[in-house]
């Protein structure tokens, strides 16, 4: 089993930044055995969206909306996962998940929420204009 904790979320003005922190706690081999990790979002009265993904070998993929302007990345030794957003848009604002796989037959890169076996509690993002 894996745990994973959202934190980093909070109100930011248009244009600003933000960094979200995904923890992930469990037994050790379920955490090194982790193939896929993504980001996603939904906003209210919207279905979820993928933002980014990372596999373990450091591949990224990236929404078209977020291109260039979020990064996601890893921290093996903390086992942390990161989102660092610039140049934030009102459109940005949703709850953020973090979400873990151990799968590899399905393709990290683009993989639909509902390929996803863990999930974090999310943590909100508000961007005003």
């Known amino acids: 089993q894996v745990q994973l904790v959202e934190s980093g979320g909070g109100s930011v003005q248009a244009g600003g930044s933000l960094r979200l922190s995904c923890a992930a706690s469990g037994y050790t081999y379920s955490i090194y055995s982790i193939y896929c990790m993504g980001w996603f979002r939904q906003a209210p009265g919207k279905e979820r969206e993928g933002v980014a993904s990372i596999d373990s070998d450091g591949n990224t993929s990236y929404a078209d909306s977020v291109k260039g302007r979020f990064t996601i990345s890893q921290d093996n030794a903390k086992n942390t996962l990161y989102l660092q957003m610039n140049s934030l848009k009102p459109e940005d604002s949703a709850m953020y998940y973090c979400?873990?796989?151990?799968?590899?037959?399905?393709?990290?890169?683009?993989?639909?929420?509902?390929?996803?076996?863990?999930w974090g509690q999310g943590t909100r993002v508000t961007v005003s204009s």
């Open positions: 979400a873990a796989d151990h799968s590899s037959f399905v393709r990290c890169q683009g993989r639909p929420w509902i390929e996803y076996k863990y």
